[in-house]
């Protein structure tokens, strides 16, 4: 977004109006509060990826799957109280996107350099994710619904279709909804199907029976230490990156008021509060509960898999049409929250150019551009989930790393002290854990391959 100088990051500036904020999705409306927060911070920060925690255990074990989750979850929530200190820590300047802090830490070219890629790809492609999930899912509940599969439309439908049915269907929703702040109740709508299909998902794999056969100690399923060493880093991946939501930390503390005696961090730490208590609860359930019930057997989609693989046929069909169905909710809703920085950036540049607001009509043709963008890509690329941890690995540093080194380089804290080596160390663990999630993924990669089915949604 806007450039920041080096004097910009080190000298306070006097409080200033930025028209073109009013102008841009992110920060158009400032009248959110701790509930909208908390409904934004649930919504983004619950998805299928927490589905795969057991895949996680698997490799991992009980003590060590408990551990390094439990310790991914602390560093995170470190990691946001870091943004929302930072949101404000220039005098009369709020960072209300991560791009705007990255530039204000690092200098316009490395912060840049740092921050486009990640952001544009948990943004962007998230929601090529949440297409190809969503319209996956959307033909497995028309499948449990449908009285004859084998004579249903539905079964002429193809991959591409069904992801189009579900673009059309979140596109319509970015129509109707012109900024972050308005998407509220849209995100109570994704905190409440988020929550519940993750618990409706963990009390069933608990209720059933356990299939034949199980186990819980991983040095059994591998037979040369390179292939244990893998799975473990690709483990971690998948722990590491259950949380998610960080890179739209500070443009949701961006639709909030603030003033000097009421700053915006007051309500976006009690959003932040309240919200990953919740997804504590649901998040270490599902792991744990996911693990005990399949153990070594999980697939390695995860566990809405492993639900439909070992209890399938013995779940009542209503209960798989509810929990398809509150997954396709809550894709439709996400999708809106991980779309909207994209918006914000295509629009913003149109007003740089322009030096006017987009009009209704060039809002609603750049959501629609979007739209058939990711649409584009999900069929292009409907194997991006097998890319989900090198590009994820990529992206890593932006969670768990970089809001350290920020934190550092803006607020200055004493050489050598404390709070100095806790940040760096931090950050650089992160940027090293990084690099070995990528080299794992790469690895992973090389040994089973990548079926990489092009234009062929399945």
């Known amino acids: 977004m806007e450039d920041y100088t080096e004097s910009d990051r080190i000298t306070p500036t006097p409080p200033t109006t930025n028209p073109i904020d009013s102008w841009l999705p992110i920060t158009q409306s400032r009248s959110g509060n701790a509930f909208t ?56 300047t709020r960072f209300s996107r991560y791009l705007q802090l990255s530039i204000a830490s690092f200098g316009g070219k490395l912060g840049k350099l740092l921050a486009i890629f990640p952001t544009m790809y948990l943004s962007g492609g998230s929601c090529v994710m949440l297409i190809i999930t969503g319209g996956t899912t959307m033909k497995l509940f028309y499948q449990i619904i449908s009285a004859d599969w084998s004579t249903s439309y539905a079964k ?7 992801y189009l049915v579900f673009t059309c269907l979140a596109i319509l929703i970015a129509l109707v909804l012109p900024n972050l ?37 991983p040095s059994k399923n591998v037979s040369w230490d390179v292939e244990r060493i893998a799975g473990i880093l690709n ?6 990156l259950a949380f998610r939501g960080h890179n739209v930390i500070l443009e949701i503390q961006g639709t909030m008021p603030s003033n000097q005696k009421h700053p915006s961090r007051e309500p976006m ?8 208590i919740i997804i504590a609860s649901s998040l270490f359930p599902l792991a744990i509960c996911g ?63 322009k030096n006017k607001p987009c009009s209704p009509w060039i809002r609603k043709g750049i959501r629609a551009f979007f739209g058939g963008l990711t649409y584009l890509i999900s069929v292009a690329f409907p194997f991006l989930g097998s890319l989900a941890a090198l590009i994820g690995g990529l992206a890593m540093p932006l969670t768990y790393a970089y809001p350290c080194f920020m934190w550092v380089l803006i607020k200055k804290p004493k050489s050598y002290s404390t709070i100095w080596f806790v940040n760096l160390g931090l950050g650089c663990l992160g940027m090293v854990l990084s690099a070995l999630l990528v080299s794992a993924a790469l690895w992973n990669l090389v040994y089973k391959g990548l079926d990489a089915n092009f234009f062929n949604p399945r």
């Not at 602390?74 to 820590?89: A, D, G, K």
């Not at 109570?188 to 029976?209: E, N, Q």
């Not at 730490?269 to 990953?276: A, F």
Request: glycine share 10%.
């Open 37 to 92: 927060s908390t409904f934004h911070l649930l919504c983004s920060g619950i998805g299928l990826q927490a589905l795969l925690l057991p895949v996680a255990f698997a490799s991992l074990g009980w003590s060590w799957g408990l551990v390094c989750l439990l310790m991914a979850f602390i560093w995170q929530l470190y990691t946001i109280w870091i943004l929302v200190q930072l949101h404000e820590s220039v005098l009369g």
């Open 156 to 162: 002429l439908l193809s991959g591409a279709e069904w």
């Open 181 to 217: 702040n308005s998407l509220s109740g849209v995100s109570l709508i994704g905190a409440v199907t988020g929550v519940s299909y993750c618990s409706l998902i963990w009390i069933v794999s608990l209720a059933r029976d356990r299939p034949q056969g199980i186990t819980h100690d």
């Open 235 to 240: 483990a971690l991946g998948i722990v590491v």
């Open 269 to 276: 730490m009690k959003g932040v509060i309240t919200s990953y």
């Open 291 to 353: 693990y005990w019930a399949y153990g070594d057997m999980i697939p390695q989609n995860g566990m809405l898999s492993a639900l439909t693989e070992f209890h399938g046929q013995k779940t009542a069909k209503s209960v798989m049409g509810i929990t398809y169905s509150l997954v396709i909710m809550n894709c439709l809703c996400t999708y809106q929250i991980f779309a909207v920085p994209a918006f914000d950036n295509l629009e913003f540049r149109y007003v740089l150019t």
